[in-house]
């Protein structure tokens, strides 16, 4: 009987996929069967369009301890014998459809692949896109996606201690939800996800199985959608007290010797995680869904296999230590049943009693075709790229207002709405605060911190996106060392439209390019990662947004640096580029809100970028400045007033403005950090940067109750904290 179209289009398989399988299979494959090739050749296990391009991402350092796509997160050697586990993935598509519960299981589904790996969860971290918060729909789907990340984190346990949100019409229809894990763990005790050791057995734990999630991989993550109501079961359900009982359980069973190995059920449920657990370490399973427990009557064979029910655990068991593994989930009441085990013949049997319902090889089922479309720049890009600014206005004499407007800005405004709602002092480790450049977080029982922070910009990367991804490396590893952490690894979210057309694939692989370019020069390997296509509805796809979550180490967890001003008479100085011009204005946040153009190139230089990085931690180590704050969006005098706030106290600034007023002012020229120091550290800041070769300017004297930058700003500073720490609310309301 000829497959349908529809069910083909359930399961985002194309006609030629479909004929791949026959033809491999040496027959027509049964509904459970198209089910999981539907599931394992998704975008979203499969990476098929975006796999080839991840080859050009450096993965390599002596402090990597997993290779990516390995196991289910990155790991790093810190030290002392402790290791940091990282990941960032999106729950883009299910927070459109549903934002509470949508972000809620996607932090729950990254916290899972930290514990998985043995590693306790300490820090979670959050990027976030949403269309103008003038419009009601968005203003629902803000605060529910708050809301979710807030209700599950905070059930953990575990601080949200970093992030960023952005609004542009771009994201009107389909938000962004990327959510980052961080876990520490002794390196010796780190677990696999290798299904290995035939007659070793499969024990699922957790939650029992529904009808929640179907089609959550290969549908609602690899295709895009239109009709929101027809897509609400494709979002999972949340329990996160659940999910700290098995945080907990699977924490003890790791310091154990009972098991082989442990995987989380996420994307494509059972399927993904027994099928990849096994192919892996080139084994077979065989697994009987009669033996799955489920909250629902009826369900077939196939619903079984592709449900992505929350709070779920895959454990492979060592033969005869079953007893001892089921006494630790009875402890921590959780529900455990064998349903397989682990075979040597390399093929995935699923069982249901005696009648076998799918059979296939493993290495066909995990091996997916792999697309390499040829990317072409659109012609619009072109003409963007060349707009010319010199016609706006200047803005001399209109320079205090238009600051106002920028600190109001929800783009650059305080985001406390947000982060109060986060609990992130839990777990007492939190030294670093959210609303910094980084948050920085103690290793307990050592000298050490960890800095963290995440970064992206996809007007940038719309613009240029070579220029935006390199920019959103630099910027993640800048924020860092402003904290005076030293970047030694990074994950990221890649979300992007439909990489069937050319102009999106341009944009996926020249962001690639300039993401791996600036991980070479500034020796950043990059650990793990998502990538998320298809965010566009009726044919509108979103900014071309990558997403760095990025890791620093501090040594010594007392030499580590804030961004607020910190004494009166302090001198302020930027490091690095000093020579504004109108190219600078291309793609900044002034251009965009002052004047309504989203065009220009945003630009950056690289060694420069790496030179400018090394003397801030250097300075900060040697204990010659008080602050540091990276310039970037809204430019160096958003930087100064955010300073300013941060230690409320002013500043009298006073340098030479020969160009433009608004792009010396407003320009995001990257590459500069804001620093202060005490007077009689000048000197050795300044042999410091002659080191580094790194270009240095004095800009003003901290003091007082007032911003000011000579013949340009003169504002009280309650009425620049006014306008950042209410931004928000007021375009809310």
């Keep these: 009987m000829p497959i349908s179209k529809e069910t083909l289009d359930d399961v985002a398989l194309s006609k030629e996929e479909y004929d791949i399988i026959v033809q491999d299979l040496g027959r027509e494959p049964n509904l459970v069967e198209i089910g999981l090739f539907g599931s394992l050749w998704s975008e979203h296990c499969g990476y098929k369009h975006s796999k080839l391009l991840l080859k050009l991402l450096p993965h390599a350092s002596p402090r990597v301890l997993v290779k990516p796509g390995e196991e289910n997160a990155g790991a790093v050697d ?258 455990s049943d064998i349903i397989g085990q682990v075979t040597d013949d390399g093929l995935a049997k699923i069982m249901d009693g005696k009648e076998m319902v799918a059979k296939a090889p493993i290495e066909l089922l995990t091996s997916p075709p792999l697309y390499r479309p040829k990317g072409v720049k659109p012609n619009w890009l072109e003409a963007l790229q060349k707009s010319d600014f010199s016609d706006i206005p200047d803005i001399r004499g209109d320079a205090s207002s238009v600051l106002l407007r920028l600190l109001s800005s929800p783009n650059i405004a305080s985001k406390e709405w947000i982060y109060r709602q986060y609990d992130h002092q839990v777990q007492i480790n939190t030294v670093v605060q959210p609303g910094s450049d980084a948050a920085v977080l103690r290793v307990k029982d050592t000298k050490k911190g960890i800095a963290l922070t995440s970064d992206g910009n996809g007007r940038y990367c719309y613009l240029a996106p070579f220029a935006g991804g390199i920019i959103a490396v630099a910027e993640a590893a800048r924020n ?116 309504d153009l989203v065009a220009g190139i945003p630009a950056i230089n690289l060694n420069l970028e790496k030179r400018v990085q090394q003397c801030c931690r250097d300075a900060i180590k040697r204990g010659i400045i008080h602050s540091a704050h990276d310039c970037s969006d809204g430019g160096l005098t958003v930087a100064l007033a955010e300073s300013c706030i941060a230690g409320n106290i002013g500043i009298r600034a006073k340098w030479k403005i020969a160009g433009r007023g608004d792009s010396e002012l407003f320009g995001e020229e990257q590459s500069r950090i804001v620093v202060s120091l005490e007077p009689s550290r000048l000197r050795d800041l300044e042999r410091l940067a002659t080191r580094h070769h790194v270009p240095l300017q004095k800009l003003g004297v901290v003091g007082g109750s007032r911003f000011i930058i000579e013949n340009m700003v003169d504002l009280p500073l309650d009425d620049v904290t006014d306008a950042w720490k209410g931004g928000l609310q007021r375009a809310m309301a």
Excluded at 172 to 185: D, E, F, K, T
């Design 480 to 595: 860092l060392s402003c904290a005076g952490a030293e970047p030694i690894a990074m994950t990221d979210c890649l979300n992007f439209g439909n990489p069937e057309k050319t102009d999106v694939y341009y944009q996926l692989e020249q962001c690639i390019r300039g993401m791996a370019q600036a991980c070479k020069i500034l020796n950043i390997p990059v650990i793990s990662g998502n990538v998320s296509l298809y965010n566009e509805t009726r044919d509108e796809a979103v900014y071309p947004t990558p997403v760095v979550g990025m890791l620093g180490l501090i040594e010594e967890i007392d030499r580590l640096c804030t961004t607020g001003f910190k004494r009166k008479d302090d001198i302020v100085v930027l490091l690095g580029g000093t020579d504004t011009d109108t190219d600078s204005l291309g793609g900044s946040e002034y251009l965009e809100l002052v004047h």
């Design 78 to 335: 810190i030290g002392d014998g402790l290791c940091v586990v990282m990941k960032m993935e999106s729950h883009n598509h299910p927070s459109a459809i549903e934002p509470y519960q949508g972000a809620a299981t996607g932090v729950g589904g990254i916290v899972r692949d930290i514990f998985t790996m043995g590693a306790r969860p300490v820090a979670l971290l959050n990027s976030l896109r949403f269309g103008p918060l003038s419009e009601a729909r968005n203003r629902y789907l803000f605060g529910g996606v708050v809301s979710g990340i807030a209700g599950y984190g905070n059930c953990l346990g575990i601080p949200d201690v970093a992030g960023e949100v952005y609004f542009s019409p771009s994201y009107s229809a389909n938000p962004l939800v990327n959510a980052m894990c961080v876990g520490i763990a002794e390196k010796r005790r780190l677990v696999s996800s290798r299904a290995s050791g035939k007659g070793n057995l499969l024990m699922l734990v957790g939650a029992d199985t529904g009808r929640d999630g179907l089609h959550g991989a290969s549908g609602l993550a690899s295709q895009t959608f239109e009709d929101e109501r027809e897509l609400r079961p494709t979002v999972q359900v949340g329990n996160p007290f659940m999910e700290k009982l098995l945080l907990e359980a699977c924490l003890e069973l790791a310091d154990t010797d009972y098991i082989v190995a442990l995987q989380d059920l996420g994307a494509a449920g059972l399927t993904s995680s027994a099928i990849e657990s096994a192919s892996k370490s080139g084994s077979g399973v065989i697994i009987d869904v009669a033996k799955v427990p489920r909250r629902e009557e009826g369900m077939t064979p196939y619903e079984v296999m592709l449900s992505e029910s929350q709070e779920r655990m895959l454990v492979i068991v060592k033969k005869g230590c079953e007893d001892k593994v089921k006494a630790i989930f009875d402890k921590w009441d959780l529900r």
